[in-house]
């Protein structure tokens, strides 16, 4: 089955400062690949999708970059402001399933 | 458009007894899925459905673990017996197909097991 893997597992970054956050995964038939955000004690909510036919696509602040010969993914976060403080996870769909990453605690300083 | 609805919130209960989760997904979402999402780690998929028929258990603990979907909208998950490693978030999340369209997660049912 599919297998994700997330770094790093924790990020500090000062506000304003951009943060990157790298996903790979081992399906070569896996074609959609969402980022959600978790604060704490709340619900993951999507951020950013992207599909295996584009290699990038951008949203305000917020960017994923998709490699699918090295299978790899990026989220880019710019300026990144105290509210961004949170849980990332990457996920990759192979056949109907989402598996995801083990997620990356964002902490934004002021 | 409401949003999908879980009950309970949050659940205390000793090994060895059981507990109910249920989930009521959006309006017009055909696939349904269930999650356990373990503190520190991102959801990992227990059961999805396609109306009221499963696509993928792979994960599930069958000899634990059972959910259903009868009609093809609300669901619920059962554990019976309940073990210590049971202790984590249970999220329901729903789509309109399963075919890599968004995933509209719950609030969670945080359960503890004693």
């Known amino acids: 089955g599919e297998n994700v893997e997330q770094h790093p597992s924790t990020l500090s970054v000062q506000e304003g400062d951009s943060a990157v956050i790298k996903c790979t995964y081992s399906?070569?038939?896996?074609?959609?690949f969402p980022w959600y955000k978790q604060e704490l004690g709340k619900r993951p909510q999507l951020i950013i999708d992207?599909?295996?036919?584009?290699g990038e696509k951008k949203d305000q602040r917020i960017a994923v970059t998709l490699n699918k010969t090295a299978k790899h993914f990026s989220l880019h976060i710019t300026e990144t402001q105290p509210e961004d403080s949170a849980v990332y996870f990457c996920?990759?769909?192979?056949?109907?399933?989402?598996?995801f990453g083990t997620g990356t605690q964002l902490k934004v300083e002021l | 458009e409401a949003g999908v609805a879980q009950s309970p919130r949050y659940k205390i209960i000793e090994k060895r007894q059981s507990v109910a989760f249920w989930c009521n997904p959006i309006?017009?979402?055909?696939?349904l899925y269930w999650y356990q999402q373990i503190l520190g780690q991102g959801p990992k998929l227990l059961i999805q459905?396609?109306?009221?028929?499963?696509?993928?258990d792979s994960q599930l603990p069958k000899d634990r673990f059972s959910a259903e979907r009868l009609k093809g909208v609300d669901s619920t998950l059962k554990i019976q017996p309940a073990k210590l490693e049971d202790s984590a978030v249970y999220l329901c999340?729903?789509?309109?197909?399963?075919?890599?369209?968004?995933?509209?997660f719950g609030p969670g049912t945080r359960l503890t097991v004693t």
């Open positions: 999340a729903s789509s309109i197909t399963g075919t890599g369209r968004e995933q509209y």
């Open positions: 399906d070569s038939a896996s074609n959609y």
């Open positions: 992207i599909r295996s036919n584009v």
């Open positions: 996920a990759a769909r192979g056949g109907n399933k989402l598996t």
């Open positions: 309006s017009g979402h055909a696939t």
């Open positions: 459905f396609q109306n009221n028929g499963v696509v993928d």
